[in-house]
């Protein structure tokens, strides 16, 4: 009888390229769970990990995944400690919470103290406190990216002033992070800014949001003396003083790459020359301005006259403008820096725009379509790429519905207004119903690419949002305005406590959630508060982090967050 030698391949005898295959196929998470083994290191596969090892993103993921990641960064003898970090509360809008609240001060001043690169997305006040709280050990940190989530129209306008105190005094204060030399940050309504801040001489690339121009000129004026690279976005272009800066001089003087994004009709041209008078070094200008009251941007030899007498050594100017057409016409061609013009009406007006190209003209191109509205004609031509236009569309009509498989062929979220009566494409993965939405109708037509689905009114009861799970079955990322009727909160509510009992069962809904996301007004917490049984496991998921699924409810706070 012959004997037959099986050989037995195992993981280390394949090749890193292969592994590296493998890893393709595998969420960032998957892969550290796979092979990154702290207690039994095998250096082999440590190493060709490494980009999953020091660059941490926390964002689409699952409560048990979390905790494992969690493992990994308490590790007692050989901790994860990640260069770049990014918390993303876009779907699970509790991440930042649940990382500052639940993990160690010591852990999160040992990880802080070897970041080069923070990134926090959609984030809240508190988060801006904690940054505050740690920003002594934040010594190595070079790159730091804050988006602060919208404030909701009766929330405490006293959060958005207290955000720009927390961030000016991470960057322009006594103990600011000095290290940085790249910052991001975005906050509805602007950035305010004041004369008392103090320079941050380190800072190289700005990339800000800023409330008005007012807070342009201080930023300016001596407070990133170098600066090489600069974007801007303007809320308002309102000048509190009512005058232009005085006795302007070269305060950026290794400013060489500038982009300023406007969409107030106040931006005028003298505005424009007030700005380019702090930059005369400038090689790269881009400029967006969009629906502006002021012809002069749309005579070309006035604009080329402005920047051949402030910026002599200009190299490329990117430009695209907006301008509703009165009675009176100065629209003249550009010769040095030739543009396209383009005609168009939008609700019985006529509009000129005005843009270079090629558009994008590269990377940090972030030059807009004026108008996102579907079923509304380019004003721009084919030579326009589609990367150039915005992600998402506005839908008003139900017609303009097949204007998705057309020209807005490229976007992938839907904000709209009515009822969804046909097949989306493949490639919209959010939708999101505003506020007028009607009734939603039953039987509707099933998007099964819809992974994330936010509805903005409240639902009228909890046969509506069965609807919607019949509708969109596939969401893992929810956010819903439950009603205000007590019986159908309570149904809605146990629905998700109920939830994996019900999965045993085979009956329940959004088998695939993640997170679900609800605001609750007065009436809803003493509807909640009068459900004993129901408040006791509200209470009980939000007192212990060792729960499988975790529960972000705090009386008085508006908002509830169920992580799965």
Not at 87 to 101: D, K, P
Not at 195 to 212: E, I, Y
């Amino acid at each position: 009888m012959k004997h037959i030698r099986h050989s037995i391949t195992c993981l280390f005898d394949l090749p890193d390229e292969i592994l590296l295959i493998i890893c393709r196929y595998l969420s960032p998470y998957d892969v550290l769970y796979a092979f990154y083994t702290p207690s039994e290191p095998e250096q082999r596969l440590h190493r060709m990990i490494l980009d999953h090892r020091t660059r941490i993103k926390i964002d689409e993921i699952q409560k048990n995944e979390y905790d494992h990641l969690f493992k990994l960064f308490s590790h007692s003898e050989t901790p994860l400690r990640p260069k770049s970090l990014i918390l993303n509360n876009e779907h699970v809008t509790c991440l930042t919470y649940y990382y500052f609240s639940y993990t160690p001060e010591d852990v999160i001043r040992s990880m802080f103290s070897n970041l080069k690169c923070l990134t926090l997305i959609d984030c809240l006040q508190e988060d801006l406190q904690y940054l505050n709280k740690y920003i002594e050990n934040l010594t190595e940190l070079q790159y730091l990216h804050i988006v602060i989530r919208r404030r909701d129209e009766y929330e405490d306008m006293e959060d958005l002033k207290t955000c720009h105190i927390l961030f000016n005094q991470l960057l322009f204060n006594e103990k600011q992070i000095s290290s940085i030399h790249t910052i991001d940050y975005k906050i509805y309504n602007g950035l305010l800014l004041n004369k008392s801040l103090k320079s941050h001489d380190n800072l190289r690339s700005v990339n800000l949001v800023l409330q008005t121009i007012d807070d342009l000129y201080i930023l300016l004026n001596g407070l990133v003396p170098n600066v090489q690279m600069m974007i801007i976005k303007l809320c308002r272009s309102t000048i509190d003083s009512f005058h232009y800066p005085q006795y302007v001089r070269c305060t950026c003087p290794r400013l060489t790459d500038f982009t300023l994004f406007d969409s107030s009709s106040d931006f005028d041209v003298d505005d424009m020359k007030s700005i380019l008078a702090y930059m005369t070094n400038l090689v790269i200008l881009t400029l967006s301005i969009h629906f502006t009251f002021d012809p002069l941007f749309c005579h070309g030899p006035t604009i080329e006259s402005i920047l051949n007498e402030y910026l002599p050594h200009l190299l490329q100017f990117h430009y695209t403008i907006t301008h509703c057409i009165g009675q009176r016409i100065l629209i003249e061609n550009f010769v040095q820096w030739p543009m396209n013009v383009k005609y168009y009406h939008v609700e019985h007006l006529k509009w000129v725009h005005i843009y270079s190209l090629p558009w994008p003209a590269n990377k940090n191109d972030k030059r807009q379509f004026p108008f996102k509205g579907a079923g509304l004609k380019p004003s721009v031509s084919s030579d326009v790429k589609r990367s150039a236009f915005r992600k998402y569309a506005i839908i008003t009509d139900c017609n303009k519905f097949r204007c998705l498989n057309t020209e807005f062929d490229h976007v992938c979220e839907v904000i709209s207004s009515v009822s969804i009566d046909i097949k989306l494409p493949f490639n919209i993965y959010k939708v999101v119903f505003s506020s007028d939405t009607p009734p939603f109708p039953i039987g509707a037509i099933i998007q099964s690419s819809v992974y994330h689905l936010i509805v903005e009114r409240y639902l009228l009861d909890d046969y509506e949002m069965l609807r919607l799970a019949h509708q969109f079955p596939h969401v893992k990322y929810l956010n819903l305005i439950l009603p205000s009727n007590k019986h159908s909160l309570i149904n809605c509510l146990n629905i998700f406590r109920d939830r994996k009992d019900n999965i045993k069962k085979t009956s329940c809904y959004w088998t695939k959630l993640i997170c679900f996301s609800t605001k609750l007004d007065s009436m809803h917490r003493a509807n909640i508060a009068s459900d004993s049984q129901l408040y006791d496991w509200l209470n009980q998921y939000t007192t212990s982090k060792d729960q499988k699924n975790f529960i972000k409810y705090v009386n008085p706070s508006p908002n509830l967050t169920i992580w799965y």
